[in-house]
């Protein structure tokens, strides 16, 4: 079974970072698009950021140019790099990673992660 991993969330001013981690581990897989989700209670769920196989990353457009997605494929690692960080930007991200493993194409996610950013 395939796992996503988070780590990185947490408290912070506004104006601060934070880095976002989300490993994939288990058994043979192949990863084709990984991205970040956020959750806020004033709207749906939102996708952030993403960066598919061999391809140029996305963004919303209420982060670009402060928030970074980037991948490390020798660790099945995502990072989102997140800067200038708003209040607005609270929300639990998650993380999802499109896989290919030996039962085909599957959509995964990760457990979620709390970021607070204080005003």
């Known amino acids: 079974q395939v796992q996503l991993v988070e780590s990185g969330g947490g408290l912070v001013q506004a104006g601060g970072s934070l880095r976002l981690s989300c490993a994939a581990s288990?058994?043979?897989?192949?990863?084709?698009?990984m991205a970040w989700y956020r959750h806020t209670p004033k709207m749906e769920r939102e996708l952030v950021a993403s960066?598919?196989?061999?391809?140029?990353?996305n963004y919303a457009d209420s982060v670009k140019g402060r928030f970074t997605i980037s991948r490390d494929n020798a660790k099945n690692t995502v990072y989102l790099q997140m800067n200038s960080l708003k209040p607005d930007d609270t929300a639990v991200y998650y993380c999802?990673?499109?896989?290919?493993?030996?039962?085909?194409?599957?959509?995964?996610w990760g457990q979620g992660t709390q970021v607070t950013v204080s005003s």
């Open positions: 999802a990673m499109i896989l290919t493993t030996n039962q085909g194409l599957g959509h995964y």
């Open positions: 288990g058994p043979a897989f192949r990863i084709n698009t």
């Open positions: 960066m598919p196989s061999g391809a140029s990353a």
